[in-house]
């Protein structure tokens, strides 16, 4: 029995398609891309008549708290949710308990999620052991165990010849880097942006110099080494000018901006919400403005969750809470409300950022691409759909985020992974 998918509106960077097609998949993989597919009796088939559709969306920044606090995620559940969102491949930080510094800890969350089987999660290794800074992770090992690329997030390696080495070792094994860009001796205990709102709440802010100074040494390093570097939630109005920069200088480098950097400013800022707290913070107008001038100029390639969960409890602290929000069951809905309804970027555009230029960054040819003979990795999205935003239908573990009751447009109906039916609406 084949699976067709009938009618929809293919967009496919990697070949440059924008056509109502057919799609014909067989097992796992995509066996005909074409006009008028005509299904035998057997065949499974999905009206897809209004819909976009996308290679299955990819993210580069997911945490599932798996091992060590899956009270807040876990493999299943955050496979759930990125179901629910679309998401056919995910990228875990290394930021569990014990640390992902190890074959053991990759092992075990590649096993777990192909028993899951709901979506294809990729974990992280960290760079140095035990995320403490002080010594270089088992790269070699975690690269031949399948890691897909190196990361300290929640924190930078602050020691610069420590990480020099690494980026070293990941040019070798062929490992992108995901900085996570914070200069901790300048966070100096912020919370939030270090601007008109933190005054106001008094709360202690957070300088975008925190972040921009990290971006231009690792940008510096990788220019040295030769290393992919994909930098992580860029935040400020600098990232803009440090990622375009280091690309004319013929730096292997991207970007990546979070939805609730191009949706939200400081204004936006209810005090003692803690769904308002991120890091790195929601900024200024201006920050924000030159973000998405960067998205509509492809100078940010890639757009990713930083999907954090934590538990109400938790979040119920203000800004005493832990850092983040979750974003993998409204990243969809926000990216197209926000940027393709505002003409900040295309439907084809968002099916580049949000699946084939991660897979490009990741340097994997099998997904983010709904050519033939790939992945059946295929992303079924309504742009006509309406709706509110409501925390209690999300099927991962929290809720915590800072959309509830904001209206949007778009709806992922299929997911669609290894040729299987994850989720349907």
Known sequence: MSLIIKNGRVLNPPTGTDAICDIKI??????????????VFSDEVIDAKGCFVFPGLIDLHVHFRDP??????????????????????????PNTKPVADNTDVIDYVHDKAKKVGLTRVLQVGSITKDM?????????????????????????????????KAMKLAKEYKLPVLAHCEDI?????GVMNAGAKASTLGEKGITNAVENVIEARDAMLAQETGARLHLCHCSTAESYDIIKESKAQGVDISGEVCPHHFTLTEEDIVAGDGNYKMNPPI????????????????VFEVISTDHAPHTAEEKAKGFGSPFGIVGLETSAALTYTELVMKGVITPFTMAAYMSSNPARVLGREDIGDLSVGK??????????????????????????????????HGRVLYTIFGGEIVYKY
């Open 26 to 39: 067989d097992g796992n993989r995509i066996s005909a891309v074409e006009a008028g597919i005509v299904p």
């Open 283 to 298: 900024r200024t107008k201006e920050d924000r403005a030159k973000l998405l001038q960067g998205l509509a100029e492809g």
């Open 185 to 189: 001796n300048l966070v100096e205990g």
């Open 68 to 93: 060590g606090q899956t009270a807040k995620e876990d493999i299943e559940s955050g496979s759930r949710a990125a179901a629910h969102g679309g998401f056919t491949t995910v990228v875990a930080m």
């Open 132 to 164: 403490a800074g002080k010594e270089l992770s088992d790269i070699e090992g975690m690269a031949k165990a399948g890691i897909p690329a190196l990361s300290e997030d929640g924190k930078s390696v602050m020691d610069s010849g420590l990480y020099r």
């Open 375 to 408: 992945a059946a990795d295929v992303t079924i999205f309504d742009p006509n759909a309406e709706y509110d935003i409501d925390a209690n239908e999300f099927v991962g573990k929290s809720k915590n985020m800072p959309y509830q009751g904001r209206h949007v």
